[in-house]
């Protein structure tokens, strides 16, 4: 015989087992009904197809390496020396671009398509008796969640004001398609 202390237990297993299934198929969201037009969510602006490629070179804030400035070039004309935890803004023409930092140790080439962006990140490496930096042309998704954590880079550091185009100051610093993205679609109703 079963003692009243664990039938009391077993009942309340064998209710909890009956039970669940019936509350997991209650909870299942109800399927939702195809919004009608005046409903329907507003497209994202697409990219503006005539416009110049960007590329947004940015550095996280970081204690190791702060006191450091490595320069940026880009098809072998100097642009700026780099902040910590600043970006610039660079346009250019579309197709090969060749940019790398002043040590020519790292850097990339990229194929600049017209409207789109591009995020390079700068790093400082620790060396035997002075630190470098690093470049590294990232993922858009990832440049443009970083860029969010950085300020504009000021003035005093931009050498070529004819391609960089963002900078602490400059009249008309364009802001990532993503912000933009996201200050439409608050905008509207």
Not at 63 to 73: C, K
Not at 101 to 115: A, I, L, N, Y
Not at 150 to 171: I, M, N, Q, Y
């Amino acid at each position: 015989m079963i003692s009243p202390r664990y039938s009391l237990i077993l009942m309340m297993l064998l209710a909890s087992i009956l039970v669940s299934p019936s509350i997991s198929q209650a909870q299942e969201p109800a399927a939702s009904p195809t919004p009608t037009p005046a409903e329907s969510p507003a497209p994202a602006p697409a990219v503006v197809s005539d416009a110049k490629p960007r590329i947004y070179f940015y550095r996280i804030k970081q204690f190791a390496g702060s006191a450091l400035e490595p320069t940026v070039y880009c098809d072998e004309k100097e642009l700026a020396r780099m902040d910590n935890g600043r970006y610039f803004v660079v346009t250019l023409d579309p197709g090969k671009h060749t940019c790398r930092m002043g040590d020519k140790q790292t850097g990339f080439e990229v194929d600049m398509k017209t409207g789109e962006e591009y995020y390079a990140k700068i790093s400082i490496e620790a060396g035997v008796f002075k630190g470098r930096g690093r470049l590294t042309l990232l993922a858009k998704e990832q440049g443009a969640f970083e860029l969010k954590k950085v300020k504009l880079l000021g003035a005093d550091k931009v050498k070529d004001k004819t391609l960089v185009t963002g900078f602490e100051g400059s009249e008309k610093t364009p802001a990532p398609a993503t912000e933009k993205k996201a200050e439409t679609s608050e905008n509207k109703p």
